[in-house]
């Protein structure tokens, strides 16, 4: 009966984005909560996550995924735009993601003093313009991607990424709160191939 129609309001609607493949969907299962509160969101058919009837204040989202770092953006309920009250979430990958053949990686993993898994340290490659930051496991890939022929250069045979300021030397820079500053320099970058870094990253405590 019409009488007992009423309108639900939409507090929060979260959309996901692959950093990697921004124009598909997420791999995998991706889950979307709202820490401390038991609230479910409904998935639509174009994969927003939206939350309806919260109340009023902060809350914080989460989102994880099997082959993804796990983000978390603070809001404040309403959002600013009440009539459109979209979040977007960027994930970035980790190393276990299934890349396509031919992507050019740089791989490696950061340790504490105590050759614990260093996770959360932020990692550039200075050079290339990419950063990232470790996993819980203390392993992070960076991905080169879009490289322009200006950006490509040829030795020996092999297509070499090429480093902003010229030449083909890169330095790996890792950071962490409560740790020194670590660099590792990284000769060159074959495009197309995955480069590991043979030696963990080994910080040192402030």
Not at 157 to 182: I, M, N, W, Y
Not at 183 to 196: C, F, K, Y
Not at 201 to 206: E, G, P, Q, S
Request: glycine share 12%; aromatic share 6%.
């Amino acid at each position: 009966m019409a009488g007992d129609e009423r309108s639900v309001r939409v507090s929060l609607a979260v959309q996901v984005a692959d950093d990697f493949a921004p124009r598909r969907r997420p791999l995998g299962e991706i889950a979307v909560t709202l820490r401390g509160q038991p609230r479910v969101p409904i998935l639509t058919p174009g994969g927003y996550r939206v939350f309806l009837e919260l109340p009023a204040g902060a809350a914080v989202v989460d989102v994880r995924g099997r082959f993804y770092l796990e983000e978390s953006r603070a809001v404040t309920v309403p959002l600013a735009n009440a009539r459109n009250p979209l979040l977007t979430v960027t994930l970035t990958p980790r190393w276990s993601y299934p890349f396509p053949d031919g992507t050019t990686l740089v791989q490696g993993r950061v340790l504490d003093p105590d050759g614990a898994a260093l996770g959360g340290a932020q990692v550039e490659l200075t050079g290339a313009g990419r950063q990232t930051r470790t996993a819980e496991d203390g392993r992070f890939v960076l991905y080169i991607t879009g490289l322009s022929e200006d950006e490509v250069t040829t030795s020996g045979g092999r297509l070499l990424v090429r480093a902003s300021g010229g030449g083909t030397a890169f330095t790996l820079r890792v950071r962490q709160a409560g740790f020194r500053e670590a660099t590792v320099a990284i000769p060159q970058i074959e495009e197309g191939r995955t480069l590991r870094v043979a030696e963990p990253v080994a910080m040192l405590r402030t």
